[in-house]
């Protein structure tokens, strides 16, 4: 078995960070939904602005919110403001293609990158075409 990227949030900017919280990460419930994020699911955060990584949990924020809050320690890694990408992973002998969610400033839904609609064109020379 393979460790495989199973979905992710991207460009997700956080809005929250809460040092007084007991470690986690809250989503907007509506975003975990459509990235198949289930309460309490391990997650890695990764933090585009400074370059920190981290792992912890996912726990549901309120619907339609579009808040992403770095709960605990975390909260001295990552700053309200900073864009991060969320990301889940399986272990699997079959893996699926991952859900992958482009998000605006606002937390919506951009776009999913998962679709091969929204797919822009490799440049030309690109390694993978």
């Known amino acids: 078995m ?14 929250e960070a809460r040092l007084d919280y007991v470690g986690s990460v809250t989503i907007d419930r509506d975003l975990m939904d459509a990235a198949q994020i289930e309460p309490f699911e391990r997650v890695m955060v990764v933090d585009n602005t400074n370059g920190a990584r981290l792992e912890t949990y996912a726990i549901s924020g309120p619907r339609g919110s579009g808040v992403i809050c770095i709960n605990g320690a975390a909260a001295h890694l990552v700053r309200p403001g900073d864009e991060v990408i969320i990301m889940t992973f399986e272990w699997t002998d079959r893996p699926q293609p991952p ?17 091969p609609a929204n797919q822009e064109p490799a440049a030309e020379g690109a390694l993978y075409e």
Do not use: G, M
Request: with cysteine.
């Open 2 to 15: 393979r460790c495989y990227l199973r979905a992710k949030l991207h460009k997700a900017t956080v809005t």
């Open 99 to 115: 859900v992958v969610l482009l998000l605006d400033a606002a937390n919506r839904i951009a776009r999913r990158l998962d679709d």
